[in-house]
């Protein structure tokens, strides 16, 4: 069974930082590209961030670009978003989710995990 | 590409047939999933390609469209089934979503 489990999210003031994981098992990491997706409070999702399956590519969203940083550790089985320089409007549940490629169908958003909580606040 | 999606919110009752569109901005083939969000929970893939549905998801949802209109209809609706509703394309980047279309028990 695919699971994925974020953590590290929680209460940070402007300005600050926060390191967000994402634990994977029930199926082999290092093959799947792997997504950020962040939802505001009563709001719609919104893509954050993706990186392939080795790491050596990586996109993101214009509205985080140069602050926030998508790594994976494949020995670990961990995917991470580093957040730097947080702003107000980053308050979101984050969500990890793997990427599965159907043949001739395109990419798709198949697993999630349930979401950390980050809230940017003085 | 931007996606719109239509209404924004729906009232239907149990048994009810319901059908949800997403317009694209721009031509995106087929490459268009249907995701199902339940609050507090994350959202759940349904259908890909526009019209197959992901493994385990029932056969009362259905997708239908290719280029820039899509729907997603569900045939019968059920109690388990109102939720929020987001279209996605993943294949031309940036990746986004519609705004959801928030389905209410009327």
């Known amino acids: 069974e695919v699971q994925l489990v974020e953590s590290g999210g929680g209460l940070v003031q402007p300005g600050g930082s926060l390191r967000l994981s994402c634990a994977a098992s029930?199926?082999?990491?290092?093959?799947?590209?792997m997504h950020w997706v962040r939802q505001a409070p009563g709001k719609g999702l919104v893509w954050v961030s993706r990186?392939?399956?080795?790491?050596?590519?990586?996109s993101y969203a214009d509205s985080v670009k140069g602050r926030f940083t998508i790594s994976r550790d494949n020995a670990k089985n961990t995917l991470y978003l580093q957040m730097n320089s947080l702003r107000a409007e980053d308050t979101a549940v984050y969500y990890c989710a793997r990427d599965r490629y159907y043949y001739g169908s395109g990419s798709y958003l198949a697993d999630w995990g349930q979401g950390t909580l980050v809230t940017v606040s003085s | 590409i931007q996606l719109t999606q239509s209404p924004s919110s729906l009232s239907a009752s149990v048994g009810d047939r319901v059908t949800i569109t997403c317009r694209a901005s721009?031509?995106?083939?087929?490459?268009l999933a249907w995701y199902q969000q339940k609050p507090g929970k994350a959202p759940k893939l349904l259908i890909y390609a526009a019209s197959t549905l992901q493994s385990g998801v029932p056969s009362r949802f259905s997708g239908s469209g290719s280029g820039t209109d899509f729907t997603l209809t569900i045939s019968s609706l059920q109690p388990e089934d109102f939720a929020t509703y987001y279209c996605?394309?993943?294949?031309?980047?940036?990746?986004?979503f519609g705004q959801g279309t928030k389905l209410e028990i009327k």
């Open positions: 990186i392939n399956s080795d790491g050596s590519s990586t």
């Open positions: 996605q394309q993943l294949n031309s980047y940036p990746p986004t």
């Open positions: 721009q031509g995106i083939s087929s490459y």
């Open positions: 029930g199926f082999t990491f290092s093959s799947y590209w």
